[in-house]
Every structure is written in structure tokens, then in C-alpha cells.
């Protein structure tokens, strides 16, 4: 009888991390695609003061990436460029892409709450963690999957852990905590205002908040996103960082 018993309790405990593996992949293919091209602004909140960007971004999942800022003025032509684990910025006033270091992926990205590997997505919420349904929650009025993610030991990833709240109905990721390696949540992405996106229903605002600087934030609000579009790995180049617009 013991031996049934175990048997079927590990059974059941795989069955859960099966099942919350396959919800956290749900979520992020619901705000993926083979590739995708994103009109955004981008607003930096600080205590004293706030500035707002827009953006273009297009992506080719999972290796190839650029973002072009169209404004403000001063920052306007300036390209962060992801190819494969290679990150580049464009920086216009100097004429100058400039390599970005892995040490550097954990630093802001203009001044923003973001950091470049938030930007450029190096690492990757399915590949990179193990995940376990821990519990089930209401978040902004919906049912949520309470999931904590775990990394692999061979994962290349400064965070100790992350808690994620996806939705039952439509797999709407509405919350991640991010903690670092001692355990100490360092920062929360928040996600609102559900709409219908590149034909798909999505969160359109979100929210960065670090938990250690009072009053401060990062908040992206999606304006278009077109899925699946026709592009290929020679637009992600270093020349090109230069010509696009």
C-alpha cells in the first residue's frame, strides 16, 4: 500500500510540473511569434521627474532582435541590436555601435527599469527555469495559475527565483516577481489593460516597479503589434542599425 501510495503522489507532483511547464510556455507564446514587429512608447518615472520614448522593435525568435528609438529628439536613431548572444548599440551622436559585454546585460537601458536583457529577452522563462504550480490567486479580477519558476543550474541567469501570475482564461502572464540569489524580491512586472493586439488578446500596458527606489517606474504601453511577419536574420545587422527607421 505505501508503495502505491508514493507512486502515486510522485506521479501526481510530475503531472503538476508538467502542467505548469506547459502553462508558462502558453503564456509567453501568447505574447510571441516567429517574429513580430511593435510600436511602443516607453515612459521613465522617477520621483522628481519623468521622460517618455517611442519605440520600434522588430524581433525574430528566439535569436535576433532591434530596437530603434524614434523620440525624443536627443535619443532619436539610437539601435540596440541582438544577434544571437551578441548585443550591440547604435549611438548616433558618436557614429558608433558599441558591443555590449554579458557583464553589462543586467544594467539599465536608457535610464529605464529595464534592464538590456529584459530588452533583448537573453534568457528565456521556458528554457532556462523549472516550474511548479505553488498556488491559485485573483489577480487584477482574474483567476491565476500561481507559478514559481526555479533556474536550471547550468542557466545563465542572475535571478534566484521568479513567481508569475498567469491567468486560467487566456494565459495572460498579469504579474512576474523577480528575487535575486539571496531570496529578496527586487523587482515586479506588471501587466493591464487586456486588448486585442495583432489578433490577440493581450496585456497592453505594463508596469516595471523595482521594491528598493520609492516612487519610481518604468511603464511600456503597446500601441500595434504585427505577428508573424516576413523578415529574415540579414535585417538584424550592424549595417543596418545605421539605415533603419
Known sequence: MAKIITIVFFSFTFGLAQDATSIVKKAEQLMRANSSYTEMTMTIIKPNWSRE???KVWAL???????????????????????????????????RAIKVPPSMMMQD????????????????????????????????????????MIPKPDAGVVWGKIITWISKDGYLQLRADHYDEDLTLIKSMVGSEIKKLGGRTIPSHWEMIPHDKAGQKTVLDYLKIDFNIKINESFFSQQNMKRVR
Not at 114 to 142: C, P, W
Request: glycine residues 6%; negative net charge; aromatic residues 12%.
Open 61 to 95: 525568435e528566439p535569436d535576433y532582435a532591434l530596437v530603434f528609438i524614434e523620440a525624443p529628439a536627443k535619443d532619436k536613431g539610437t539601435v540596440t541590436l541582438k544577434r544571437k548572444k551578441e548585443v550591440w548599440n547604435w549611438i548616433p551622436a558618436v557614429h
Open 109 to 148: 537601458w536608457m535610464g529605464s527599469d529595464f534592464t538590456n536583457d529584459d530588452l533583448v529577452r537573453q534568457s528565456s522563462i521556458v528554457v532556462d527555469y523549472t516550474h511548479s504550480i505553488i498556488g491559485e490567486e485573483k489577480m487584477a479580477g482574474y483567476d491565476c495559475y500561481k507559478i514559481e
Open 53 to 55: 520614448m517611442t519605440m
